[in-house]
């Protein structure tokens, strides 16, 4: 079955940058969409075909695709950034996969 | 201003059929491009992606869960019902509904249901 591969976890000092990975065969033909979930809370879109931020989101997130390997940026991380990270794509014949998650932790 | 509800039975015995349903507000499941589906997290563990029903009748289930999915849509009543027989512990987490509408599986969720399976 098709996967999608994070690192397990990133750690970033306040007002530095975060980079999390998300890597997968069928990402150079298929979007990427980015989840940031807080403990108790339901996940929220943070970024849409690889590069489309959602109405609210800040401008600190970004996100961007090369090859096999999409990357969601966060810039100037704030302590609210604190949480775990989803990647989701979909393979060639449409069946949807979310990435295994990445545990961000603001130092 | 798009909303959605899980609802259901929060505690299911083994080998029992799970019946879960999502009440939305704000959209319509007869608008182009507009889909609802339902993912689950079990404690402590990553997102699982289950069924997604779209506008146009289609429906997409996760391959390895398919033969025990079901996902049907009440536009009358602006629900979607997710059924998954042959219920195991192993099933055990919360099970969110979503709106998806910019191609991936949601770009809003519910506030999720917790199911224990356990005897």
């Known amino acids: 079955s098709y996967e999608l591969t994070q690192p397990p976890s990133v750690s970033v000092s306040p007002g530095q940058t975060a980079e999390i990975t998300c890597s997968g065969d069928?990402?150079?033909?298929?979007?990427a969409y980015w989840f940031q979930q807080k403990p108790g809370q339901a996940p929220v879109l943070v970024m849409y075909?690889?590069?489309e931020r959602p109405s609210g989101i800040p401008e600190r997130f970004s996100g961007s695709s090369s090859g096999t390997t999409v990357t969601l940026t966060i810039s100037g991380v704030q302590a609210e950034d604190e949480a775990d990270y989803y990647c989701q794509s979909a393979d060639s014949s449409g069946t949807y996969v979310f990435g295994t998650g990445t545990k961000v932790t603001v130092l | 201003q798009i909303t959605l509800k899980e609802s259901g039975p929060t505690l299911v015995k083994p080998t029992q059929t799970l019946t879960l349903t999502c009440t939305f507000s704000?959209?319509?499941?007869?608008?182009?491009?507009?889909?609802v589906g339902w993912i689950r997290q079990p404690p402590g563990k990553a997102l699982e992606w289950l069924a997604l029903?779209?506008?146009?009748?289609?429906?997409r289930y996760s391959p390895s869960l398919k033969s025990r999915l079901t996902i049907t849509e009440d536009t009358s009543k602006n629900q979607v019902v997710l059924t998954m027989t042959d219920m195991d512990p192993v099933d055990t987490g919360t099970y969110y509904c979503?709106?998806?509408?910019?191609?991936?599986?949601?770009?809003?969720w519910g506030q999720g249901a917790l199911v224990t399976v356990s005897s």
């Open positions: 979503t709106h998806t509408e910019v191609g991936g599986v949601g770009d809003y």
């Open positions: 704000g959209f319509s499941l007869t608008t182009s491009g507009v889909g």
């Open positions: 069928a990402l150079p033909k298929q979007y």
């Open positions: 075909k690889d590069s």
């Open positions: 029903i779209f506008w146009n009748d289609e429906r």
